[in-house]
């Protein structure tokens, strides 16, 4: 039986030619019947695709022989579903993305500082040093609460999941992280050893780096992010509820025991599910119960 996969990867690596690239990886994903996301620009690449488990592999076979993709940290996931038929490219398609997207942009992760961020051979140069999910345990056992656990992701993302006593920016889009290091929100934080964390790794690479050449003189970040973590250590660890994810999943959850941390916006009922929206300040995210979902949509908050 065709099992569904959905495989999360970036590389930070200098790219003389992304639309070529662009034009690879259009066509690789096609020809496998992968949907998803792919980001491309000067500085790398940042992906989701997903599709059969059998494509999925032999899209990973491809994209290793490119030499600049050779080191890529592959994380894998469950999909939810096939569709019933197959596409175009003869392969049954995944259920958890409306269509495949591979696009050519000046920033993989949107902080709004394009110039700033500098990529070579190694990565992004100024990044803060990686920690294994073991190497953060051992930190924390070492410095105990001088240590501070720093969310990288929008602050409606944490909602539904994030790491125990976390400092949880309030921030809607990443670009906004820019407005609030430079605000001085955080400058109490300088002299303390600081532990990035974001989804899969690719926004605290830039963060990082962005942290450093403010003035955080011990910054660090968790290396493959949440989802390496929960490959680890599930619910046994420092983290606590659903991981929020960008397909049609919504969530994840490591084990079968995760705490439901999400309270829907409207009725307050335990929940982690979430609801897009279009509001004036754009689309935003809302924590709302599938009750209250059936319903109808969530009126947009005041911008």
């Not at 999925?56 to 076979?61: D, L, N, P, S």
């Not at 992280?177 to 303390?192: E, M, N, P, V, Y």
């Not at 809302?286 to 209250?292: H, M, N, P, Y």
């Amino acid at each position: 039986m065709a099992d569904p996969k959905i495989l999360l990867f970036y590389v930070f690596t200098p790219l003389a030619d992304p639309e070529a690239v662009r034009l690879w990886q259009r066509d690789l994903c096609e020809s496998l019947g992968l949907r998803g996301r792919i980001l491309l620009s000067a500085h790398g690449i940042n992906a989701t695709v997903g599709g059969e488990q059998r494509a999925v592999k032999r899209y990973a076979r491809k994209l290793r022989e490119y030499a600049p993709f050779a080191s890529a940290d592959l994380k894998w996931s469950q999909g939810s579903g096939l569709t019933a038929e197959p596409g175009p490219s003869g392969w049954l398609e995944i259920v958890d993305f409306p269509k495949l997207s591979v696009k050519v942009r000046r920033e993989l992760v949107s902080f709004g500082v394009p110039d700033e961020v500098v990529v070579d051979e190694h990565g992004v140069v100024g990044g803060g040093p990686r920690l294994s999910p073991q190497a953060l345990h051992g930190l924390i056992d070492e410095r105990g609460d001088e240590v501070v656990l720093f969310d990288g992701r929008n602050a409606r993302e944490a909602m539904i999941g994030r790491f125990d006593d976390a400092v949880v920016p309030d921030v809607t889009t990443t670009h906004d992280f820019i407005d609030q290091l430079d605000s001085g929100a955080f400058d109490h934080l300088k002299d303390r050893p600081v532990v990035t964390y974001c989804t899969g790794g690719v926004r605290c690479e830039i963060l990082t780096s962005l942290m450093k050449t403010r003035g955080f003189g011990e910054v660090y970040q968790l290396d493959g992010g949440i989802v390496r973590y929960g490959e680890v250590y599930g619910d046994a660890g420092l983290w606590s509820g659903s991981l929020y994810v960008f397909d049609g999943r919504q969530h994840t959850e490591f084990t079968k025991d995760a705490e439901v941390l999400g309270r829907c916006n409207r009725c307050g009922a335990p929940t982690h599910t979430m609801e897009t929206i279009d509001a004036p300040q754009g689309r935003i995210q809302l924590v709302t119960c599938d009750a209250c979902l059936a319903d109808g949509p969530s009126p947009a908050p005041p911008a």
